[in-house]
C-alpha cells in the first residue's frame, strides 16, 4: 500500500516506511520532525518539467505522460520504492501546496502500476 502525505501535515499512518519523494528539501522541515527513512530525490521530476508544469491543472495529464516518460528511463531510483512497498506500507512526503495534482501523487500512480 502507498500512501501520499504532505510534510506539513500531522501524519495519519504510523509505521509506515517514509520516503520524501521531493527534489528539494522542504522550507522550514527539520530532519528530525520528519522522521524520514530515505530521501529519494531522484525520483522527483526534472527541474525542466517542474517547471513546466507549474502546478497547472490544464497540464496534469501531459505532466503525468511526461514524468512516466522520465521514470521509465531510470528504473533503478524508483525499483527501491516499489521493493519496500511490495513488503509494507510506504508513505510518500511532498511539499507542495497542491495536495491532488502533485508529484508524489503521480509517483504513487506510476508505481501501483508496477505493483
Request: charged share 35%; glycine share 4%; no cysteine.
Amino acid at each position: 500500500m502507498i500512501n501520499v502525505e504532505r510534510v506539513y501535515a500531522p501524519s495519519t499512518h504510523k509505521g509506515s516506511k517514509r520516503f520524501l519523494v521531493d527534489r528539494l528539501w522542504p522550507r522550514g522541515m527539520k530532519k528530525e520532525k520528519l522522521r524520514l527513512d530515505a530521501w529519494f530525490k531522484e525520483v522527483a521530476p526534472s527541474d525542466g518539467l517542474r517547471g513546466w508544469y507549474k502546478h497547472d491543472p490544464d497540464r496534469w495529464e501531459e505532466f503525468k505522460r511526461r514524468y512516466f516518460a522520465e521514470l521509465d528511463q531510470k528504473p533503478e531510483v524508483w525499483r527501491p520504492i516499489l521493493d519496500a512497498a511490495r513488503n509494507q506500507e510506504v508513505t510518500f512526503l511532498y511539499s507542495s501546496k497542491e495536495e491532488i495534482n502533485n508529484n508524489a501523487v503521480a509517483l504513487k500512480i506510476y508505481l501501483e502500476s508496477k505493483l
